[in-house]
């Protein structure tokens, strides 16, 4: 959205105002907000502030600058993890954000926005997904119908809710189609930038080819993942325990269809009928220093498990969050057709 269409002058009168606010599309509020001729916002607009005007005087050429709320709630922009959840906790819908001058950088929807955090994101999509081939024949894993989009752009799209807005996307196999997709990412509000892998180079080799990550953490995940993980709560897990890594983790639950026996040699000590053993396993996204990436090899194969591995050896802290949700990873031809059943009753 263009801040153009939400932004109008303190000399513009409430005439004006209404029928700009009749033009607003894809916000969830109504708002305008009133700025200075250099740019300076000053006050937030609402129909509500025009109404309360009206009742006073039926003035509708009075200049929106006298009836605006100057009390208006923002944030300054700054690079750091910002916290929502106090905004939200006052019913506010639309959160500008503004720089120094107090001109308007960009707004945040908290309807459509879970968090705004601090990453730079690569999403693994560079792999043949012989599983399900004939279907990966011609068409990348990625980019299979997920619903009315590819299962690729599903993660794209919860990303850009947690307020990720630079994506590069590791691509080999057929890796002209998602180029060709999503473009430079403009389309969507974001940058995306892909990555060429020559040969394959696992789940984490890829991260090496980037010049220079500019956030201090960066968030690799898998491309072929069906998921509402929460990426927030991943992050700050990973701040909250000063870790190194943080990996999202889904329980894999083993039943026993038989007793097992807790023993001394030959002699049973105890014994349990048919239970069961919850796991955390894997689930394929990571949050990780980005001072991590200087111990992969340049243009070698090197899996996202061998880096945490050598963490964990070299004393590194390496922690992980379950993902509270659904999450699938779509491996298989039943992975994929369960993605298909699930994603029906989504809204």
């Given at each position: ?8 002058s ?15 599309r ?39 600058g ?7 709630v ?8 910002l ?23 960009r707004?945040?929807?908290?309807e ?6 601090p ?43 947690f ?12 890796g002209e ?11 969507k ?16 080799g ?6 220079e ?24 897990e ?21 007793a ?31 001072k ?56």
């Amino acid at each position: 959205m263009e801040l153009s269409h939400i932004q109008i002058s303190e000399n513009r009168d409430i005439y004006y105002a209404l029928n700009k606010l009749n033009a607003i599309r894809d916000v969830s509020r109504l708002i305008l907000f009133v700025c200075e001729e250099d740019g300076k916002v000053i006050g937030s607009l609402t129909d509500g502030d025009i109404r309360r005007s009206l009742s006073q005087d039926a003035d509708i050429h009075k200049p929106v600058g006298v009836i605006c709320n100057r009390n208006f709630v923002f944030e300054y922009e700054k690079e750091e993890f910002l916290d929502l959840k106090p905004f939200r906790n006052t019913n506010i819908k639309i959160l500008p954000i503004l720089d120094k001058q107090k001109k308007m950088v960009r707004i945040i929807d908290l309807e459509k926005t879970n968090a705004v955090l601090p990453l730079e994101c690569m999403i693994m999509a560079g792999g043949r997904g012989k599983r399900l081939s004939p279907l990966t024949d011609t068409v990348p894993k990625p980019m299979l119908p997920l619903g009315s989009k590819p299962i690729i752009e599903h993660n794209i799209d919860r990303l850009i809710a947690f307020g990720i807005k630079k994506i590069y996307i590791s691509v080999k196999y057929l890796g002209e189609q998602i180029q060709e997709y999503f473009g430079d990412g403009s389309q969507k509000g974001i940058s995306i930038e892909y990555i060429w892998e020559d040969q394959f180079l696992g789940t984490a080799g890829a991260l090496a080819l980037v010049d220079e990550f500019k956030s201090d953490h960066v968030l690799l995940m898998n491309s072929d993942l069906f998921t509402n993980v929460d990426f927030e709560d991943l992050y700050l897990e990973l701040i909250k325990n000063n870790a190194d890594m943080a990996v999202a983790s889904t329980e894999y639950k083993v039943d026993v269809p038989f007793a097992v026996f807790e023993t001394k040699e030959e002699q049973v000590l105890d014994f349990k009928e048919k239970p069961s053993y919850v796991y955390h396993s894997n689930a394929g996204i990571y949050i990780l220093n980005k001072k991590l990436i200087d111990n992969i090899p340049k243009n070698k194969f090197h899996d996202i498990t061998d880096l945490m591995d050598n963490l964990v050896k070299n004393g590194g802290k390496l922690v992980h969050s379950p993902i509270i949700g659904f999450w699938i990873d779509i491996g298989k031809p039943t992975d994929y057709k369960q993605a298909q059943e699930f994603v029906k009753h989504i809204h």
